[in-house]
């Protein structure tokens, strides 16, 4: 089960000996991170997740802490503010305590012992405020969209298996063809589970390069690195108390797949250019669309760390194994397209249906969902079985067919046949071989937009 979440605390404050003063405060019950001024803070707060924010006034100067609290409501980041401050003039307090902050205190030593009493009120209090907005809005939202839909026995299966999954900790594994909802599924674990009040941060682990990976994943510190004027604080970070998504996992890199085993095992790592291990309470989950037993076969990917990744196991199967749901999920997405967009339901010929369960869904629901989207841009009042039939020729005309069709130059469809390619092996690697280009060239393809 989940351990009690620690609230992620930020201090603003630019005297030194009041920082160090604050770390002895806070360190037996808190891990709090601090911040030196407004741009500092201001930085921390859009590069994580805090729940707490302890601020100075005087920055040096009360009208400095003013705006920084201007600036965090303005940007409406989800916190509570505590200030401290030594200025003791009723209309500047007022001015402050009016400004939308939780609390405001005099900048003095008792705050020992009122502090850390404080900031578990603040804690609290905004834990609730979250769980009411979630259930009034994101859950009535989010329950149909990301829930597995269907009464196959498949659909039924991984209903249940998600909710037995859902109250671990352990890391989960979600194996399955290209578009088959694996990340549905995930977020769906998530929002069964006693973290989902928290974040749910997704990193797609294919789209990552190997110079990048470390810091989007684990951030730096400032001056880790030429330009890095500021800390980040990363991917794992910002999803401390919540769940991260590393989709496409079998894409890291041998350097990342060791820290990343370091995070499993210690729940904890040290930022890009940092000495100081920063500690995080996360639910890891994986996808793949590759096989990642026949890749540790092959030394691609660590054994170890694969065996820590599939604390649990879930395979998706394609949607050809589960015709059945196929009508269900055909008319979800016309009505999430259709709330979402302001339009009316379209009619739908009955006949679509049996032809629904006569197609051959190669890409899965992602297919079946771009198909329908294609369709109802066009706002009809009627789909029909030739609109499902043209629409899905042309999601699947090959390469050569669709560049003839449309008069691309060779480096166009050089560029469509790499993004063809990735699509379905999701490795640079591989599809830098199958091309005998360099990776740099590959990048280029992928890069470019082909319409």
């Given at each position: ?421 990735f699509k379905r092996h999701q490795k640079k690697g591989a599809v830098a071989e199958i091309l005998q280009i ?14």
């Amino acid at each position: 089960m989940i351990s009690e979440i620690t609230p992620n605390i930020l201090v603003v404050e630019d005297q030194l000996n009041w920082r160090r003063l604050f770390k002895v405060w806070l360190k037996n019950e808190f891990q709090p991170t601090f911040c030196a001024n407004r741009a500092e803070a201001i930085s921390a707060l859009n590069n994580g997740y805090f729940d707490v924010v302890i601020m100075d006034l005087g920055l040096p100067d009360p009208q400095e802490g003013i705006e920084t609290i201007r600036e965090i409501i303005k940007q409406k980041i989800d916190c509570k503010i505590i200030v401290v401050s030594a200025y003791t003039e009723r209309d500047l307090l007022r001015k402050v305590q009016n400004s939308g902050v939780y609390a405001v205190f005099e900048k003095t030593e008792s705050l020992e012992f009122e502090l850390p009493v404080l900031i578990k009120k603040a804690y609290e209090l905004i834990t609730l405020e979250r769980e009411n907005k979630y259930l009034s809005a994101e859950l009535r939202k989010s329950s149909e969209e990301f829930s597995i839909l269907g009464e196959s026995d498949t659909a039924k299966s991984l209903r249940q298996t998600a909710k037995n999954v859902s109250s671990s900790d352990l890391p989960l594994l979600i194996i399955g063809p290209t578009g088959c909802g694996k990340n549905y599924l995930a977020r769906y674990v998530h929002q069964l589970s006693p973290r989902a009040y928290r974040p749910f941060v997704i990193i797609n682990c294919a789209n990552l390069s190997p110079e990048l990976a470390e810091n989007e994943l684990f951030g730096h510190v400032r001056g880790a690195f030429t330009g890095a004027d500021s800390s980040s604080k990363g991917k794992f970070k910002a999803a401390d108390g919540g769940t991260i998504l590393l989709d496409e996992v079998g894409d890291l890199t041998p350097s990342i797949q060791a820290k990343l085993l370091q995070v499993i095992e210690e729940k904890s790592f040290f930022p890009l250019g940092g000495r100081d291990k920063i500690e995080v309470d996360v639910r890891i989950m994986a996808t793949t669309n590759h096989d990642l037993s026949e890749e540790v076969e092959r030394e691609n990917f660590r054994k170890d760390l694969y065996y820590r990744l599939a604390g649990f196991l879930i395979n998706i199967p394609s949607l050809s194994e589960r015709k059945e749901d196929i009508p269900v999920y055909f008319d979800h997405f016309i009505r999430d397209f259709c709330s979402k967009e302001n339009l009316p339901i379209p009619e739908i010929d009955p006949q679509v249906y049996q032809l629904l369960d006569k197609l051959d869904w190669k890409g899965n629901l992602r297919e079946l969902k771009n198909v329908i989207t294609n369709i109802l841009v066009f706002h009809p009042e009627k789909i029909s079985e030739n609109d499902i039939l043209e629409k899905q020729k042309s999601e699947n005309l090959t390469v050569l067919s669709k560049s003839v069709q449309r008069d691309y130059s060779l480096k166009e469809m050089a560029a469509l046949y790499a993004q063809e390619l990735f699509k379905r092996h999701q490795k640079k690697g591989a599809v830098a071989e199958i091309l005998q280009i360099d990776q740099k060239t590959l990048n280029r393809y992928l890069k470019m937009k082909v319409s």
